[in-house]
Each structure stands twice: as C-alpha cells, then as structure tokens.
C-alpha cells in the first residue's frame, strides 16, 4: 500500500527537478546568448526564446517540488494515522485497560518527595526508588496529592 501511494506522488517530484534543470538551462544559454551581442535588438530573441521562458521553468519546478512534498508529507501522515488509530484493537475493548495499566494490589501507600501524586507500593512508577516515602496522610486530606492513574490506590482506600 505504502510504495502504491509513493508512486502516484513520486512522478510529480521528478517533474519538478527536471522543469528546474531545464529552466536553469535555458536561462543559461539566455545569459550566454545575450552577453555575446553588442546591441539591445540582436538580444531580444535570446531574452524571449531562453531567459523568460527558463525563469518560467524554475518557477514551475519549484511549485512542482513543494507540491509533490507536500503530498509525500500528507500520505506518510495518513499511514501514520492508519498505524495508530484505525487499526483494529487485538483484545475485546473490555479488557484493553487491562493490558495497558497493570494494577497494583499493595497495601503499602508511597509517594516521592515535591511530586503530585501518591501510589500504591507495588506501582511501577515508585517500585524500587529509594527516594519513595510513605504517605503523609494530611497530604492526601489536604488535596495536595492526587490518587496515580496508573496502579488507582484510590480505589482501595475507597
């Protein structure tokens, strides 16, 4: 699907650097047509059949590119989008909370020093830091802390 989408895109980038080559080209050409004669009439026909025509060119490519970008952009967007939401879920959605939260079942009541929340002992947030304390209970009374969504100890003191 991916390399599908690229390809309808990819067409229009080619377009774009090859209109930038030959505008750069042709405006080239102009510039050595124009420099080798002495009079305004005898450069005319270079201006008009190079130089204007080329800088048309460039301007093109450039619209081509940002353009072609754009949609390469918008197209890696929405497979990203595809990846991350619209893909159907591998468990029944009754259990996905499940899998994505493990709940702790202590009884012991941590937090760490200055931070906002408060967890149950076995949380994988405070599990192991040595800088966890138990729970100053008229911090919790006072509001200060709130309950951590992931392991809810509110849940069991409740």
Known sequence: ???????????????????????????????????????????????????????????????????????????RVEELYHLLVAAEPDEPEGTGRAALAPLAVSGDLLMVPGGTLWHRADCPLVAGKAEAVPVDSKLVASGELDPCPICEPAEETD
Do not use: D, F, K, N
């Open 1 to 75: 699907m991916r390399t599908s989408r690229l390809r309808t895109v990819h067409p229009v980038l080619w377009a774009g650097w090859a209109a930038l080559a030959a505008g750069a080209v042709l405006c080239v050409v102009g510039w050595y047509g124009v420099s080798g004669e002495r009079y305004a009439e005898r450069q005319l026909p270079y201006l008009a059949s190079c130089t204007i025509p080329g800088s048309a060119l460039i301007v093109a490519g450039a619209v081509l590119l940002a353009r072609g970008r754009g949609a390469v952009a918008a197209t």
